[in-house]
């Protein structure tokens, strides 16, 4: 034990101005180190395990004779339950800088997974859903939480007051708020189970959406209405009606036509390759090209500085409601998609046409994984004759009164 010395006073403690450790009595092995500049701080010196030892407890006068000794006499007491204080200090140290580490708040994570994921996303307007979403929803509820504090009753409070009014947004929501707990459990700044998923939790608290929410339908014209309308499309102007021809000659998404650059389009050899990116499957297209949808591209106008097949007055692409706005135009109780819905119906009933050969040519996601596994051609020869004869269909104009046929909407929050 160190030589206990008589108390000094807060007076002759600030009277200490020679360089070295002064100590100052009150608590054995207390003193204040003076350095050669005249930078005074508190020392404890203790012996453990036979090896002396020196812990810093502040900067003098911002640590108070008194506040040093009642430091010191902390430490003393560790020392006497036989646990080194610089040790203890250090863990102590280590596991607040880990809680710091792990002080994230949903907000912060949510940005974090967006920015980590967005790169692998098909497009922008992805990850702009994600953020208006969350950014409409979520921050506001629990935004500034921490996810390590997140349970059950935030995630209710944030989707119950939307699962029955908009009950499509909030599925997505469930699923993303899902993506960014796990996302946190995996960077360690949560543990436990994720308190946002489905299965086996959420589906016991929350009604299924489907009973919640009525199915939207997309639409269409029945299949002997296609040769008519063809009919009457072709006799309106602009770019608008061209794309809604070319989108319904090929079974083509609203979206696959209007992105459509001339590059992808090989006309010698009759050929529409659509890339990955622009899939909604994440997967490359192949799209064969009757000889109707060849003379339709090769009837374009020629706009040299534009890179898109059907472009805008303006010389960008089309908007998403161009197609829509010729069907209106035309006062036809369709939508563009809808068409889609009708070629499918055309193969079913008036060709022998094979189901996968029809789903191939909508670009539909096999759902049975063992024939998505062995799937490795997409039959474009077999495909070619399919759509040179659903051209020829369309080029037939039928007598039959109008009516609608439904197709399932999928829509995004």
Known sequence: MPKRIAEMSALGVSRLKDPGLHF???VAGLGLQVT?????????????????????????????????RDKAREQRQLLDRGIDPVEYRLKERRANAAA?????????????????????WRNAKHGQQWTNTLTT???PEIGQVLVRDIGLPHILKVLESIWKTKTETATRLRGRLEAVLDWSTARDYRQGLN????????DKLLPKPAKVTKVEHHAALPVADVGGFISDLRQQEGMGARALEFAILTAARSGEVRGATKG??????????????RMKAGKEHRVPLSQAAIDLVKALPKIADSDLVFTSPRGGQLSDMTLTSVL???EVDAVPHGFRSTFRDWTAERTSY????????LAHTIGDKVEAAYRRGDMLDKRRQMMEDWAAFCATAEPTEAKVTPLKRKTAA
């Open 195 to 202: 308190p946002a998923r489905w299965r086996g939790h959420l």
């Open 137 to 139: 929803y979520a921050y």
């Open 354 to 361: 094979p189901r996968d050969m029809a789903e191939m040519a």
């Open 24 to 26: 100052v009595g009150g």
């Open 36 to 68: 050669a500049t005249g930078a005074r701080s508190w020392v404890l010196r203790i012996h453990v395990e036979g090896k002396r030892r020196e812990m810093g407890l502040g900067a003098f006068p911002d640590v108070t004779l008194s506040q040093a």
């Open 100 to 120: 710091q580490a792990s002080s994230v708040t949903f907000e912060e994570a949510a940005k974090a997974y967006i920015a980590a994921h967005e790169s692998g």
């Open 328 to 330: 209106r135009r035309m």
């Open 264 to 277: 992808e389009i090989d006309l010698d050899a009759g050929v529409w390759i659509v890339p990955a990116v």
